[in-house]
């Protein structure tokens, strides 16, 4: 079982980020859950999501001992990060989030200026893809080419396709990389 909690301000696609890994888990035969929870303020507040991805059926939608927290904000690691299993990995957006900050010693942590790539790549709206990218690549637990083929079906299924997802996607990748 792999639990996740997707989390940032509203308006970043933390929830929108949470479906998609659940449906590449669902297209994947996995059992999944995504339990969303918001402020009333929706985009400006608070919101994340708990995505459970599992082989076994799930008990209960919310995550208790987190292997991936993704991080849009200095406000979601400051909440979540004391849910990270020892090893789990901790995704931040180095583009949000203080850069003295420190961090637990028994976790990985895989620092990707999302915000600054996407804004670069001309897709303001896609630093949640660039996470995404960087997951990807991080975990064990997901595969580089089959999570960006989920990407593309899951905006193609929606009549969304934009090709700088894809962009924001690999680049998300590729600062993994440097990150590890």
Do not use: H
Request: aromatic share 8%; hydrophobic share 40%.
């Amino acid at each position: 079982m792999t639990e996740i909690i997707c989390s940032g301000f509203g308006g970043q696609g933390v929830l929108l980020a949470g479906m998609i890994l659940a449906d590449s888990a669902m297209e994947a035969g996995k059992n999944i859950t995504w339990y969303p929870s918001y402020g009333s303020e929706m985009r400006g507040g608070t919101a994340n999501c708990n995505v459970i991805i599992s082989d076994e059926e799930i008990a209960s939608p919310y995550c208790k001992r987190l292997d991936v927290l993704y991080t849009l904000n200095d406000a979601a690691i400051d909440k979540f990060e004391q849910m990270l299993r020892p090893g789990g990995i901790l995704l931040v957006n180095s583009s949000l989030a203080k850069p003295d900050r420190s961090y637990r010693g028994d976790i990985r942590v895989v620092s990707v200026p999302a915000t600054d790539i996407a804004n670069e790549l001309g897709n303001s709206r896609g630093a949640n893809i660039v996470m995404i990218g960087a997951l990807s690549f991080a975990s064990q637990d997901f595969d580089v080419d089959y999570m960006r083929g989920a990407v593309t079906r899951f905006f193609e299924k929606k009549k969304k396709f934009n090709d700088k997802n894809a962009l924001c996607f690999d680049r998300g990748v590729e600062a993994a990389k440097g990150a590890l």
